[in-house]
């Protein structure tokens, strides 16, 4: 497998790129042309969008958007062909972000991470999150939701945003030192 810039691909990869998108994160990308306008929006100078490809074709794929005047960066998309996923890709996609982050000047890295499936994934879902969200942080579970795959490459809840995607819908804050 290489990671290489999203400048690098072909047209074919790019739709494979989208596709991607749109196979995992139907909420935001529904359609394919709308996973390819939101590609072709963050292929800008400013912004790093990295690929993983095996045998020429797109497997993977995440960006890193700068903030701050460049302290801080956010990530956004990750995505890992569904086929694909637990096998170290997506790892690899963040760790190479965060590298290039890194090279930047980036002191900080950050993802929100929706917990807005059905009746929720993570110990926020359906619960009063003013109550005590420190102690709700403390002792939180993600149960099957990505947070705990940030969680593992060392991320930490930097923030929550309740009922951000409805009532019971929280929008998950993680972040990560990059020095």
């Not at 196979?23 to 359609?31: K, N, R, V």
């Not at 890295?109 to 359906?126: C, L, P, Y």
Request: charged residues 20%; proline residues 5%; without cysteine.
């Amino acid at each position: 497998m290489q990671i290489i810039n999203m400048n690098n691909l072909n047209k074919t990869q790019i739709i494979q790129a989208a596709q991607i998108l749109t196979d995992s994160i139907p909420i935001g990308w529904p359609i394919l042309k709308h996973a390819l306008d939101e590609i072709h929006e963050l292929l800008t100078p400013k912004n790093t969008l990295l690929a993983a490809i095996e045998d020429d074709i797109v497997v993977g794929g995440g960006g890193i958007l700068p903030a701050y005047n460049g302290n801080v960066f956010e990530l956004h998309p990750l995505a890992v062909r569904s086929d694909k996923r637990r096998q170290g890709i997506g790892r690899a996609i963040v760790t190479a972000l965060e590298d290039e982050a890194r090279k930047q000047g980036g002191l900080t890295i950050h993802v929100g991470a929706d917990d807005e499936r059905g009746n929720g994934e993570t110990s926020f879902a359906n619960v009063d999150l003013y109550d005590d969200l420190p102690g709700k942080i403390i002792s939180f579970s993600p149960g099957t939701h990505q947070s705990g795959f940030y969680l593992k490459l060392g991320y930490k809840i930097i923030g929550v945003m309740p009922d951000a995607n409805g009532i019971g819908k929280p929008d998950i804050f993680l972040g990560k030192r990059l020095w």
